[in-house]
């Protein structure tokens, strides 16, 4: 049985910095994507950033310069390294796994929980 499990968040005050982890389990990933994504209350999920299986890395536009994703293939880890947070960057994050072929996860590909990450001024 697959799955896929978010840590590290929490409540940080704008500036600070935050590491989040998704672990998968129950399969071997290394031919997978891995990423994150996340929700604000009352907004659409949306992209932050992906690793691919082939150790390509991508971001949404508001990622770019501050956040930074690993993955530790040996433990099936992806990692989220998110520094000089906004307010705006409040949100549930999401971690997913999905087949190399996609560009994006479809809702039925693996997904975690997700773990809060909240922001203060």
């Known amino acids: 049985q697959v799955q896929v499990v978010e840590s590290g968040g929490g409540l940080v005050q704008a500036g600070d910095s935050l590491r989040l982890s998704c672990a998968a389990s129950?399969?071997?990933?290394?031919?997978?994507?891995m990423g994150w994504f996340r929700q604000a209350p009352g907004k659409e999920r949306e992209f932050v950033a992906r690793?691919?299986?082939?150790?390509?890395?991508y971001y949404e536009d508001f990622a770019k310069g501050r956040f930074t994703i690993s993955r530790d293939n040996t433990k099936d880890t992806v990692y989220l390294q998110m520094n000089t947070l906004k307010l705006e960057d409040t949100a549930v994050y999401l971690c997913?796994?999905?087949?190399?072929?996609?560009?994006?996860?479809?809702?039925?590909?693996?997904w975690g929980q997700g773990t809060q990450v909240t922001v203060s001024s």
């Open positions: 129950g399969w071997t990933f290394r031919t997978f994507n």
């Open positions: 997913a796994v999905w087949p190399r072929g996609d560009d994006y996860p479809e809702d039925h590909d693996f």
């Open positions: 690793s691919t299986w082939n150790d390509g890395t």
